[in-house]
């Protein structure tokens, strides 16, 4: 199972990213999933939610912050997820991970972070 993000930058408050998350090694299809991230200064057991996307696309939900400025996506045919970020804050500073969600007894995997960094 990989789990691959990209996208990351270094942008000016107000400005957009458009984040990917490239799997491999299992039924992309299958799976809900999910972005997290990582502000700085906070431990691993701290990741904040910040979208998550059920397999078939139809449902998404979105933590409070970035509600009407964070669009969460997919295309199961390229194994593929997205987070679209515009109106971009300081605050959403941070390491954003790639998630796949728990199914019954499969392990939930995590990709190696791609780093967003938003400047005043």
Not at 30 to 44: D, I
Not at 71 to 79: G, H, M
């Amino acid at each position: 199972v990989q789990l691959v993000e990209s996208g990351g930058d270094s942008v000016q408050a107000g400005g957009s990213l458009r984040l990917s998350c490239a799997t491999s090694g299992f039924r992309f299809s299958l799976f809900t999933m999910s972005w997290y991230r990582q502000a700085p200064g906070k431990r691993v057991v701290e990741r904040e939610l910040v979208a998550r996307i059920t397999s078939d696309g139809l449902s998404t939900e979105y933590v409070d912050s970035v509600k009407g400025r964070f669009t969460i996506s997919r295309d199961n045919a390229k194994r593929t997820m997205y987070l679209e970020m515009s109106s971009l804050k300081p605050e959403d500073t941070g390491v954003y991970y790639c998630y796949r969600d728990p199914m019954g007894p499969t392990p939930t995997y995590w990709g190696q972070g791609t780093q967003v960094t938003v400047s005043s």
